[in-house]
């Protein structure tokens, strides 16, 4: 993505809340997590159609009032719990297992709250 058109997405979400599973960007391949980081490049609505998705279509699960943060070092989104903890979002846990089985984006320091 260009400085340009990365300035106009923080021009157009500035002092915006961001709710706790995020915002998708209008009119851009951009999504807002629940942190504040923006994420470019996500995949097309239509290539989750159907199927719970983090950014998309989050499930019922009861991490949902977590804030959503990407983690670019293991290229996974997490949960963040009040304590501070990073949980596997359940959504894209789910992703990951079906899309990478080779990958382990469950483990994590867990306090519990995830379960």
Known sequence: ???????????????????????KVKGHRAYIDGTGQIITNIHKKTECAGRPCVIHRPSKHSMRSFPTHFRFDRYLMERICPHGVGHPDPDDMTFQQREMPERAPGIHGCDGCCS
């Open 1 to 23: 993505m260009r400085a340009d058109q990365l300035a106009t997405i923080v021009g157009e979400i500035e002092g915006a809340a961001i709710p706790p599973d995020g915002m």
